[in-house]
């Protein structure tokens, strides 16, 4: 093992972070080869810089004057979008992300967590969390409605095991005691976690009241156990309800206990809108946490992104930092859609209240997001999938036979009508007669 990878894991194994180490996360490091060694002489080397493998003339990155051009002249220089970015990610947007976190989250205020480092998009900060922290046959308990995408990352990619359980109690909240029991079952002295609010498929996010009956059974794990929680933020904000908790769990949870690890997954894609731009953060926390400690995570964490994709998007990070510092439109375009997103939300209400009752097809809890979701009736969603996109042309998504999810985000608010009413009226074709 490399000796830099003992140093940070002989910090890490002071606090509750160390018994989460993988295999593959204990031998992570970030080298003192030549991403640390050029970010070095970028301070130090006035007179001639030889080590960035990167083409220059006059101190600008040679490029591609098509692409240039199609940049307002003057508004950017080459350096900020043909040049590598920082392993960590722009340090200025960084910064600025970190007092966002805050500000959407101001019970974070005085509380001691990592300078967000940029990942290539939310999906890479959650499979940065499983390399790090996830060895083969490491359970991670997860609600039984969850995105498909952490089967492929808990279980192909690292070998561990999705323990699920069920998400929805008979009132319609979080099952936090199927949740807590989940925890304690699995093996060892240690238990994962991943929650994403607003949950997809769907579109569900705890009231203030349901978010602290989660926190209190986190800790009531954390008595006989050391618990790493994943949040997955990647709809954060888009919550339409005022009951609706508006702040993340990994504020309440990053100084629960000291054997509540937790780690924030968030992103620029759908709080800034910036999709493609694929600009991810990954944060840590806990309780027991010194400074040391988080600055080993985010070398440990570095040295997964060098190993990987080196570092993330230049020209993205660019464009989103501009346009959070100078964006004459920014706030403005934020408000006009999460103001879409709403009222195509109350729209959704009221097109499927009359539909309450139906045997066929239930929605189940819904109050933010982008999506809902239905239960199929022990009926086969797939089925349904296919009926409705050969002879109606409507698409929807199939999660695991059981549950149909709709994309209202991607629907214009006057074509919601057409759509609740032709998916009913397919199910009475389809089912109607069993």
């Known amino acids: 093992m490399n000796a830099l990878a003992k140093e940070l894991n002989a910090v890490l194994d002071t606090s509750v972070a160390g018994a989460f180490l993988s295999p593959a996360g204990r031998r992570m490091y970030f080298p003192k080869g030549i991403v640390a060694q050029s970010a070095e002489a970028g301070e130090k080397a006035t007179r001639h810089n030889a080590t960035v493998g990167l083409a220059t003339s006059n101190g600008q990155p ?73 060895a083969p046959g490491d359970e991670v308990v997860c609600p ?17 095991r999705l323990k699920l359980f069920r998400f929805f109690d008979e009132k319609g909240h979080v099952d936090t005691k199927a949740m807590k029991e ?35 059974a986190l800790k009531e794990v954390a008595a006989t156990k050391k618990v790493l929680v994943i949040t997955d933020d990647a709809y954060f904000g888009l919550f339409y309800e005022d009951e609706t908790e508006k702040e993340s ?8 206990d000291e054997n509540i690890f937790v780690v924030k997954g968030d992103a620029a894609t759908k709080e800034e809108m910036v999709w493609g731009f ?38 993205g990070q660019t464009l989103l930092l501009d346009a959070m ?49 239905f239960d199929t009736t022990e009926h086969d969603a797939e089925a349904l ?11 929807a998504i199939n999660i695991m036979g059981r549950t149909l999810r709709l994309a209202y985000c991607s629907v214009e608010k006057d074509k919601l009508a057409d759509l609740i009413a032709t998916l009913y009226k397919a199910v009475e074709e389809l089912w109607g007669s069993r």
């Open 62 to 134: 040679m490029h591609l004057s098509d692409i240039y051009n199609r940049f307002t002249p003057g508004a950017f220089k080459p350096s900020q979008i043909f040049n590598y970015a920082p392993g960590g990610g722009d340090k200025v947007l960084r910064a600025l992300w970190k007092k966002e976190i805050i500000r959407k989250n101001p019970t974070l205020e005085g509380k001691l967590f990592s300078e967000p480092i940029v990942t290539a998009g939310l999906t890479h900060a959650i499979s940065i969390a499983a390399l790090l922290f996830v």
């Open 144 to 160: 039984d409605l969850f995105w498909d995408n952490y089967d492929l990352v808990f279980t192909d990619l690292v070998d561990g």
């Open 182 to 216: 989940a925890l304690l079952s699995c093996k060892g002295d240690t238990c994962r976690l991943i929650l994403n609010f607003p949950n997809n498929p769907t579109g569900y996010s705890p009231s203030k009241e349901a978010a602290q009956e989660i926190v209190s």
């Open 249 to 256: 769990l990994f504020a309440y949870l990053a100084d629960a």
């Open 278 to 315: 694929r600009i991810g953060f990954i944060s840590y926390a806990s309780k027991g946490f010194s400074s040391e400690v988080l600055d080993a995570l985010s070398k440990k964490t570095l040295g997964a992104i060098r190993c990987t994709v080196s570092n993330c998007d230049r020209p």
């Open 325 to 373: 510092l100078n964006g004459a439109n920014y706030e403005s375009d934020r408000e006009k859609t999460y103001s879409e997103m709403a009222s195509r939300y109350q729209e959704m209400k009221r097109l499927l209240a009359p539909y309450a009752n139906h045997p066929l097809l239930k929605p189940y809890p819904f109050n933010s997001g982008y999506f809902m979701a």
């Open 385 to 395: 999938r296919k009926y409705l996109l050969e002879k109606y042309q409507i698409g």
